[in-house]
């Protein structure tokens, strides 16, 4: 693991209006614990789409980090995507739902992908890269906190492949994003995160609506 990523709540204004973040994350040293859905030191604004059981902690891959330089010529650094663990050698966005990570002493769940936000364009001051992420299928992996523990930078990743019907993230974004006729693969998912339950749901009920 190349670093563990926290950050403070600072203020933002947008299209006129102020609002709080925590996507400004950094580095740190020493062990991180992960317990109680959250990451120790790490602030979060935005309680309803971030954080909780399911979305407890969030990752990025220096995969993903290298394709932003090569295709649009994006600088990132480890935590400028808002992500708490920056990994390597492990594919957070084309992780598997189900998959479990042994980091350090806690052990982690894939439950779902990060969904394209406005505050990832406020964090590099510029909009663009909000389109960018969506149309990159490469959203990062948002887990939940199976085993509480710490982690810490250099602690590796061992992947247990997760067992039932399940879904890679990548193609959970392209379903979001482009191919929303295959809503249903969601509902047969074992461990999706709700919210992917309550969008195929919501999308399968609107095609059935009459024209």
């Not at 204004?13 to 950094?26: A, D, L």
């Not at 935005?46 to 059981?53: A, I, K, P, Y």
């Not at 330089?69 to 957070?92: C, F, K, Q, W, Y």
Request: charged share 25%; aromatic share 6%.
């Amino acid at each position: 693991m190349i670093s563990v990523n926290v950050g403070s709540l600072r203020e933002v204004v947008h299209n006129g209006r102020t609002s709080s973040t925590g996507i400004w994350k950094e580095p740190v040293t020493g062990p991180v614990g992960l317990r109680d859905h959250a990451v120790e030191g790490d602030s979060i604004a935005n309680t309803e789409n971030h954080g909780g059981e399911h979305k407890a902690v969030y990752a990025y891959s220096t995969d993903d980090l290298k394709w932003w330089r090569s295709e649009h010529g994006r600088i990132v650094l480890p935590g400028g995507m808002g992500e708490n663990l920056t990994l390597d050698g492990v594919e957070a966005s084309a992780a598997n739902v189900g998959d479990r990570w042994s980091i350090g002493s806690a052990v982690l769940e894939v439950a779902g992908p990060r969904t394209p936000c406005f505050k990832l364009g406020l964090r590099h001051d510029d909009q663009d890269i909000v389109q960018e992420f969506r149309k990159s299928f490469r959203w990062g992996a948002y887990l939940r906190i199976i085993t509480e523990g710490t982690v810490e930078k250099g602690d590796t990743v061992e992947v247990t492949p997760a067992t039932g019907e399940t879904i890679s993230l990548s193609e959970i974004a392209r379903i979001y994003v482009a191919e929303h006729g295959r809503a249903a693969e969601l509902l047969t998912v074992e461990r999706i995160a709700p919210e992917w339950i309550r969008f195929a749901e919501a999308t399968l009920a609107k095609a059935d609506e009459p024209a």
